[in-house]
């Protein structure tokens, strides 16, 4: 595992694993026709989606391992380093990889909205299991860009290929959507725990030490990826994470505002706002009233 084979071109990456390059900038990439081999870390200067039909060595992606099973798809952006490990064993190849370059998208539909696929942002313990016929789907997907690349690069290849990429892609929004819901026993309490650590979280000085709770720091500590745990959350609540910790931010400033001794500056200090005007802003926009005028109306009707 301490090999690191770069992979900066399609074409590398298609005669690593003895696939024919058919199009400079994708490819459908069959892994049963790799040679064996022992693995390896592996970067990608290209986006990567991995099928694995069978259980074969564990996927190493950054610090994690997971263990890779049947029907799991694994999204890699480019730049992403992940890798087999066969724990010093030889091991045989099985499945596909769907490698796309982000020269092919650029320009195109997909090109404009590729980032709102925020699961290339997730970790490998956060893949998505696909169902036997949602499998099937994904596999007819691989095989309408095939076909597209086995036909003669003409004018229209470009657009039906990002086409069909991108229907794959919409495919795997819903079957995330389905994973969310149908797995909701691993996420169960996850709700619970952002909850617990945003209200300890205002019981110490981190405020003033490190600033506002983000998404980044309530996802590290509840250890998920940032997209991961935002969709999971905009899944349970209906509320993007960061509006949630705002709605946060306000229900304990509304409390810390009855106390008169501090002005609007210090309770925005403490709350981990560095200018307070931010969180003037902020206060009227989610209650309606300015900070001072919501302490005014609070103390005429105490």
Known sequence: MDTLRRFETISDYNAFNNNETLHPMVSVVDLSKAAPRQGSRMYFGFYTIFLKDVKCGDLVYGRHTYDYQEGTLVFLAPGQVAGMNSNGETYQPKGYALVFHPDLIHGTALGRHIQEYTF???????????????????????????????HAIDKHSRKLIANNIELFLNYCVRFYDRQFITRNHVHQGVLERFENLLNAYYQTDKPQTIGLPSV?????????????????????????????????????????????????SQIAYDLGFKYPQHFIRLFKQRVGQAPNEYRRTAEADA
């Open 216 to 264: 980044a720091y309530c996802a590290s500590e509840l250890n998920l990826s940032a997209n991961y745990f935002g969709d999971l959350i905009k899944k349970e609540t209906g509320k993007t994470a960061q509006e949630y910790i705002q709605s946060k931010v306000i229900d304990v400033a509304k409390e810390r505002i009855f106390d008169s001794d501090k002005s609007v």
């Open 120 to 150: 290339f942002g997730y970790q490998s313990y956060e893949a998505l299991h696909v169902s036997k016929r949602e499998r099937e789907l994904v596999l007819d997907c691989f095989s309408k860009i095939e076909y597209e690349l086995e």
